[in-house]
Nanobody, 125 residues
Framework: QVQLVESGGGLVQAGGSLRLSCAASGLTSWKYTMGWFRQAPGKEREFAACIRWNGGAPYYQDSVKGRVTISSDNAKNTVYLQMNSLKPEDTAVYSC??????????????????WGQGTQVTVSS
């Protein structure tokens, strides 16, 4: 059973940075697609970024492109989301997710079978 545990959230001022981590266990191979999603209060879950675990070009949602970098560390079984130039509208619970195989629609939450509990990111103005 794949388990995902996020960490690294917190309170930061606008313009600041945070690095979120997603520690994965129970993986049976490296053939997974990993995604980061976020959900603000009263809003639907929104895609942020995704990457194939063994590398390959990452994919970003337009609103975070240029400010966010997704990466993976196979040795640590961890996926990261580096977020810079944070804005108050980035405030949300950020969750990582895993999909078996290489998803062609990694921006869709329906592609992912495994989800972490999430970590809160709050950006103050």
């Amino acid at each position: 059973q794949v388990q995902l545990v996020e960490s690294g959230g917190g309170l930061v001022q606008a313009g600041g940075s945070l690095r979120l981590s997603c520690a994965a266990s129970g993986l049976t191979s490296w053939k997974y697609t990993m995604g980061w999603f976020r959900q603000a209060p009263g809003k639907e879950r929104e895609f942020a970024a995704c990457i194939r675990w063994n590398g390959g070009a990452p994919y970003y949602q337009d609103s975070v492109k240029g400010r966010v970098t997704i990466s993976s560390d196979n040795a640590k079984n961890t996926v990261y989301l580096q977020m810079n130039s944070l804005k108050p509208e980035d405030t949300a619970v950020y969750s990582c997710a895993a999909a078996s195989g290489y998803s062609a629609r990694c921006g869709s939450p329906a592609e992912y079978a495994y989800w972490g509990q999430g970590t809160q990111v709050t950006v103050s103005s």
